[in-house]
Nanobody, 124 residues
Framework: VQLQASGGGLVQAGDSLRLSCTAS????????MGWFRQAPGKEREFVAA???????AYADSVKGRFTISRDNAKNTVDLQTNSLKSEDTAIYYC???????????????????WGQGTLVTVSS
């Protein structure tokens, strides 16, 4: 599976961005998908995930502001980010895995494939 993330950019605090991740392969619907982010000098952290069953999970820091969705017909998983804050500034990565279960959705180690990342910069 190859993943291509897009949609990042420079925005002001309070603005919105829609990040998109396009996956190659005909078995996209079988994959659990996640979004992670990494800010300068910090470790990669979980943002949101959506399982093949469409069950979702969110980091507390983005709950209520971000929404993850998937379109199996288009092989895409999107992350709608609203009410952006300066602390949301990071490189956002999408990830895919077939062995992800509910208890491991938030762990980067559970995902087998990663995209190249898209940079989101939020100015205050």
């Amino acid at each position: 599976v190859q993943l291509q993330a897009s949609g990042g950019g420079l925005v002001q605090a309070g603005d919105s961005l829609r990040l998109s991740c396009t996956a190659s392969g005909r078995t996209f619907r079988d994959y659990n998908m996640g979004w992670f982010r990494q800010a300068p000098g910090k470790e990669r952290e979980f943002v949101a995930a959506i399982r093949y069953s469409r069950a979702t999970a969110y980091a507390d820091s983005v709950k209520g502001r971000f929404t993850i969705s998937r379109d199996n017909a288009k092989n895409t998983v999107d992350l709608q980010t609203n009410s952006l804050k300066s602390e949301d500034t990071a490189i956002y990565y999408c990830a895919a895995g077939q062995r992800v279960i509910t208890s491991t959705m938030r762990s980067p180690q559970a995902y087998d494939y990663w995209g190249q990342g898209t940079l989101v910069t939020v100015s205050s």
